[in-house]
């Protein structure tokens, strides 16, 4: 009997898998699990993908397999899971020929690079450590430049909190080390620097996108309102004033530099932190485009000008 594809190993009969239910198989690098439910035959990876637990020694129910250890459960057919603390199961083709299953051993992405950076949004979108650290151990074993995840997690941090949080600082700090981090160490740190930014960015609100005004101004206007704003913290009249500004290039750098040295010190963390990105060969969209970070609502117009930050900023704007 021919094997139908080199790639394929036997797992043994229809007949066997049909009795016994399921069969573990050797895989090219782990074992592989045959089973059959309800008329089909599916095969996956023997480990559970949250601490390895043997999935043979789980359950099926109305195509579910449900791991024994942590509850973790997967849809059979596909492997996804209804956990997403546990990851999804790697599942491999299987061909029946003659009554003989065949199941491709190997556990290989088309494209492995495309598909950890999928992983990676994956598990920042919804704060999972460990599909966080298997999507940045992918990449690194894809070859994927460590700048090149920087990258990913920095954009998604700016973009899905509206404001610096302290996990892009830590990822910039990390960042600045990777040039001279082993590789062990180096996984260590974009892992970190992910698992930070991902919990920052948890819950909260999104970075909202905001618009130039619709009338070209004059640049002393556009100056002199912004240091209005400015004085005032009022964030968003900043912001569109800044963006009107850059459209026509109408405010002078020097400008900008106040108005973000204005939002208390973090705008200019902000452009420290951009610059060493930048030095490490990560491009980041423009400051302005990313959004800024200024004070809270609640420190507006307070008769003591409100926190520590908050008087940074009332000082700065006095001095102009
Ligand atoms: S090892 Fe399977 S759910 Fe934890």
Redesign the pocket.
């Known amino acids: 009997m021919q094997a139908p594809n080199t790639e394929f190993s036997r797992a043994g009969s229809l007949e066997e898998l049909r009795a016994k239910g399921r069969i573990v198989m050797h895989g090219h690098h782990r074992p592989i699990l045959v089973i059959y439910d309800r008329g089909r035959v599916v095969a996956l990876d023997n480990r559970?993908?949250?601490?390895?637990?043997p999935?043979e020694r789980?359950s099926v129910e109305d195509g579910i397999l449900t791991?024994?250890?942590?509850?973790?459960r997967f849809a059979l057919e596909s492997g996804c899971t209804f956990?997403l603390w546990?990851d999804d199961v790697p599942v491999c083709p299987v061909e029946v020929r003659d009554g003989e299953v065949w199941v491709k051993t190997e556990f290989a992405h088309a494209d492995p690079a495309r598909h950890w950076e999928q992983r990676l949004a994956d598990g920042l979108a919804h704060d999972l450590s460990l599909v966080i650290a298997k999507a940045v151990q992918g990449q690194l074993a894809a070859e994927v430049p460590r700048a090149d995840i920087v990258r990913q997690v920095a954009l998604f941090g700016a973009r899905n909190r509206d404001g610096w949080g302290v996990g892009l600082t830590i990822l910039t700090a990390l960042a600045n080390l990777l040039p001279v981090l082993p590789e062990e160490e180096a996984y260590l740190a974009l892992f970190h620097g992910g698992r930070h930014v991902a919990a920052d960015c948890d819950g909260a609100a999104p970075r909202r996108e905001r618009a130039a005004l619709g009338s070209r101004l004059d640049a002393a206007v556009l100056k002199r309102w912004l240091g209005r704003w400015v004085a005032v913290r009022h964030r968003e009249a900043a912001e569109r004033t800044m963006l009107t500004g850059n459209r026509g290039r109408a405010l002078s750098s020097r400008t900008r530099r106040i108005a973000s040295r204005g939002r208390d010190g973090a705008g200019v963390r902000r452009q420290r932190t951009l610059a060493r990105l930048h030095q490490q060969g990560i491009r980041m969209p423009r400051p302005d485009r990313l959004g800024a970070r200024g004070g809270g609502a609640a420190d507006r117009g307070r008769p003591d000008g409100g926190s520590p930050r908050c008087r940074g900023i009332n000082r700065l704007a006095a001095a102009r």
């Open positions: 559970c993908p949250h601490m390895g637990f999935l789980g791991c024994h250890w942590h509850h973790a956990d546990a």
